[in-house]
């Protein structure tokens, strides 16, 4: 019985010595099984990291959204989350306030570009200085960022607005026009190119593009544009407008206008916003992704470079709390996913 008692023990030994040099083998190479960064980096965001939100304007609907949910992001990581920006959308009207985060020793500016090129110069002396830059909803050059947060490929949210307005026109088609946000805006522009490519498309043949008029992201403005479109072309049958204040503003006109009913409306827009305007049958169908999604999604790849798991490069993986795992694609860009339709049959199920 002494001799049996012994073996066991012994056995027991070796296999908790087994299991000791194990954990130190992990504890040497830094990695856990969960890690997503790279080998002797470390596996999880850093807390108290400061995340500043840049939007293109401040009190936007969208960017209210979007941002909120990058401030569920940071809450989550333990980091400090900030927002700040311009009241206007205007091509530098961003400078100054890179230029304030960067003095404060921000950790992560997110940033959705008013124009590519105008906030340059300012995101790169802010990285020079440690900050990491990350672009959602509108890239800058890519030259300026370490990260762009694309909520939807170009060609997937030109094929979605272009159907969406056909289907709503019908078959005999007929003029449209675009009511975009800015002439600088560089995510407006790169869909409206798109647009017209898939306009070209023997299927879309009866469609015909007699304009593209600039709302600014200003709702008063966006009302007026979408007043003079219709004063200068009264046989519109349709208007595609790919910003949420813009098709906000557009469906409040036509829906009070002799228009409602004759001219369709699609674009981009937010369930909260646009739930009246498809209900009263001023808007068949519109699109969107969930901005708090992308705010969340920007955060998380913020924090994950911050932190020394990813650098960037293309087929490096990062994990995005709730939404999963994510793989940088070329041009270290990531994609949050598809466009949704939202219609009369399942808009009461979204609220943001």
């Known amino acids: 019985m002494r001799s049996g ?9 070796a ?20 890690g997503t960064g790279t080998t002797g980096a470390a596996t999880e965001i850093k807390s108290g990291l400061k995340i500043a939100f840049l939007p293109k304007q401040v009190n936007n609907p969208y960017f209210t959204t979007s941002d ?40 992560v500016i997110v940033v959705s570009a008013n ?68 002439a600088n805006a560089t995510n407006q522009n790169a869909w409206i190119a798109a647009m017209k490519t898939v306009l070209a498309q023997p299927e879309y043949s009866k469609l015909q593009l007699v304009a ?7 709702d008063q403005k966006s009302f007026t544009e979408a007043q003079a479109l219709l004063a200068k072309y009264p046989d519109l049958k349709g208007i595609i407008s790919p910003t949420t204040v813009g098709i906000a503003a557009t469906a409040r006109y036509l829906s009070s206008s002799t228009y409602k009913g004759k001219v369709q409306l699609t674009g981009l827009g937010t369930p909260d916003q646009m739930r009246a305007y498809v209900k009263d049958g001023t808007v068949k169908a519109f699109a969107l992704w969930n901005p708090a999604d992308l705010g969340y999604l920007a955060a998380y790849a913020g924090g994950s470079l911050a932190s020394g798991l ?29 466009p949704y339709t939202f ?3 399942n808009i009461d199920n979204f609220h943001f």
């Open 310 to 338: 990813i650098t960037g490069k293309a087929g490096e993986k990062f994990k995005a709390g709730k939404l999963g795992e994510f793989t940088i694609g070329d041009g270290a860009t990531v994609l949050l996913g598809d």
């Open 5 to 13: 008692s012994s073996r066991v023990r012994i056995a027991s030994l």
């Open 15 to 34: 296999a908790l010595a087994a299991l000791a040099l194990t954990a130190a083998a992990c504890a040497d190479d830094g990695t856990t099984p969960s």
């Open 68 to 107: 909120n949910g990058g401030k569920a992001a940071v809450e989550e990581f333990k980091g400090t989350y900030s927002e700040t920006g311009p009241s206007d959308a205007s091509a530098s009207a961003q400078v100054s306030y890179i230029n304030t985060l960067s003095q404060q020793g921000t950790n």
């Open 212 to 218: 593209t008029v600039y709302g600014d992201d200003d």
């Open 115 to 182: 124009d590519k090129d105008a906030i340059c110069g300012a995101l790169n002396e802010a990285r020079s200085t440690g900050a990491k830059v990350v672009t959602f909803d509108a890239d800058t050059n890519p030259s300026c960022r370490d990260l762009f947060i694309n909520q939807a490929t170009t060609e997937g949210i030109a094929k979605n607005q272009i159907k969406l307005i056909s289907d709503a026109i019908g078959p005999d088609g007929g003029k449209i026009a675009i009511l975009s946000a800015t």
């Open 343 to 345: 219609n009369s049959g």
